[in-house]
């Protein structure tokens, strides 16, 4: 029986709640209703009095959360869209990134975000704010692209004493299935090579690990094997990894649906040129989506954001080089 993402999503919260009591569910609908995408479905049934709904507020969601962590629960908070955290954006990152620093005192509390673009979403439902979270030392800012990960990766990160920016992607939901959730095989913090190759590395992460893919499947009926990096998480970002695959092929693209601007893309290109610029036989490259607000019509989104076609390009120009 084969599960999706959201579904792994949904089995890490219920093993979080079944196995430790100081677990609780928090956000905007997650009781009866289930959550906006149906990530907490039954688990208010499951766990009464655990899975409790929050007013609209994400500020005050965030809050209480905090408070909670510091006298000794570990709380998961539901956002019902990335883009709505920046409500609570002061409580984030002036508050729960702090306090370990501060006080000496855990904060350790999971922040789900359902992140990036879906057909018709628009510019207020379609973000992906993992660089401006990342820009914070104190959070740890996680971005699985697989079945197993989501299920895998939550679960680590509801056990870290740290707090946790978990970036679920929501084309992913229901697109991305798994016969089995597997074992854990890497922790957070730790990249995979999701295909290897010797031609050219493409770094990516979250939904678009798989659009690199298809496009590496696509080139290698031209003889060309792209090595495909799945960094999982983006602080800690692995950095030996992205080097290691850029000293087997010489050449760099990062893909990113974020926009460009100072985003996590630029960052593993920083990276790799000034510890690794050595190893390049070309110039870094990278791929964004464009530097505007999200647009609302599906064909728009579609040229708006990195797509197969628009990968194979930049690799070909990269491998041309």
């Known amino acids: 029986m084969s599960l999706t993402y959201l579904e792994a999503i949904r089995e890490a919260q219920y093993e979080a709640l079944r196995s430790d009591p100081s677990e609780f569910i928090y956000g905007q609908d997650v009781g009866a209703f289930g959550g906006a995408?149906?990530?907490t479905k039954n688990l208010s049934k499951?766990?009464?009095?655990?899975?409790?709904?929050?007013?609209?507020?994400?500020?005050a969601m965030v809050g209480l959360a905090i408070g909670a962590a510091i006298e000794g629960s570990r709380p998961i908070l539901e956002m019902q869209f990335a883009d709505f955290s920046t409500v609570g954006f002061n409580q984030i990152v002036n508050q729960a990134a702090t306090m370990y620093w501060r006080t000496n005192t855990s904060c350790p509390i999971t922040i789900r975000l359902p992140s990036g673009g879906t057909a018709g979403s628009g510019p207020f439902h379609s973000q992906s704010m993992e660089?401006?979270?990342?820009?914070?030392?104190g959070l740890v800012i996680v971005t699985p692209a697989t079945v197993e990960d989501a299920y895998w990766m939550l679960l680590e990160s509801i056990q870290l004493d740290d707090p946790v920016i978990f970036c679920e992607h929501k084309f992913l939901y229901y697109h991305l299935k798994a016969e089995s959730l597997g074992d854990k095989e890497l922790p957070i913090g730790k990249a995979r090579i999701a295909r290897p190759g010797r031609h050219a590395t493409v770094v990516a992460y979250s939904a678009m690990v798989h659009?690199?893919?298809?496009?590496?499947d696509e080139l290698q009926q031209d003889g060309y094997q792209i090595e495909v990096v799945d960094l999982r998480s983006v602080k800690p970002?692995?950095?030996?990894?992205?080097?290691?695959s850029v000293a087997r092929t010489g050449r760099l693209l990062c893909v990113g649906e974020?926009?460009?601007?100072?985003g996590v893309t630029a960052e593993v290109i920083a990276r790799v040129t000034s510890e690794g610029f050595h190893l390049l036989d070309a110039p870094p490259q990278r791929l964004n989506s464009k530097d505007t607000p999200i647009p609302?019509?599906?064909?728009?989104?579609?040229?708006?954001?990195?797509?197969?076609?628009s990968i194979i390009d930049a690799l070909r120009r990269l491998l041309r080089y």
């Open 37 to 39: 995408f149906k990530a």
């Open 211 to 216: 659009e690199a893919l298809r496009a590496a």
């Open 131 to 137: 660089a401006i979270y990342a820009h914070y030392p």
């Open 237 to 244: 970002i692995d950095t030996d990894t992205i080097l290691a």
């Open 296 to 309: 609302y019509h599906v064909n728009l989104w579609k040229a708006h954001r990195p797509t197969v076609a």
């Open 46 to 59: 499951e766990f009464p009095g655990r899975v409790f709904d929050s007013p609209i507020s994400e500020d």
């Open 258 to 262: 974020a926009f460009p601007w100072g």
